[in-house]
């Protein structure tokens, strides 16, 4: 089964985007902050992320810094209210792969779900 971590501070925005996603056929793991993120991706090794910007103890940012430079890669869809352009050119710069404001639709990030999965193989050339 294909496997996706949410990360998100927001309680009920991971309970929504993981029931949804495991409606659709995906294994969704969650964690609440990129400390925990960390620890759920070497434990669950996870096929795509899907995370938020503002969170507690390590940011959306410092968590996508740190998978890059130590972890695997996989593909990384940011979901953020921070729609300022200056934010978006920083996670892309940061090597993530889509980037989603919110409010999010969730049809939308089910595209953008197959879009990364569809990276996968192209990554591994």
Request: glycine share 4%; aromatic share 8%; net charge negative.
């Amino acid at each position: 089964m294909k496997k996706i971590l949410v990360v998100d501070d927001e309680q009920e925005t991971v309970d929504l985007i993981a029931d949804f996603l495991s409606s659709r056929g995906y294994a969704a793991q969650k964690a609440l902050d990129g400390a925990e993120a960390l620890k759920k991706f070497d434990s669950e090794k996870p096929d795509v992320v899907i995370c938020d910007i503002r969170m507690p103890k390590m940011d959306g940012f410092q968590f996508l810094k740190e998978l890059r430079n130590s972890r695997k890669w996989v593909p990384v869809i940011i979901i953020s209210a921070l729609s300022e352009p200056s934010n978006i050119f920083k996670g892309y710069e940061l090597e993530a792969d889509y980037y989603i404001t919110k409010p999010i639709d969730l049809e939308d990030l089910l595209k953008a779900v197959r879009i990364m999965f569809s990276l996968i193989p192209l990554r591994k050339t």
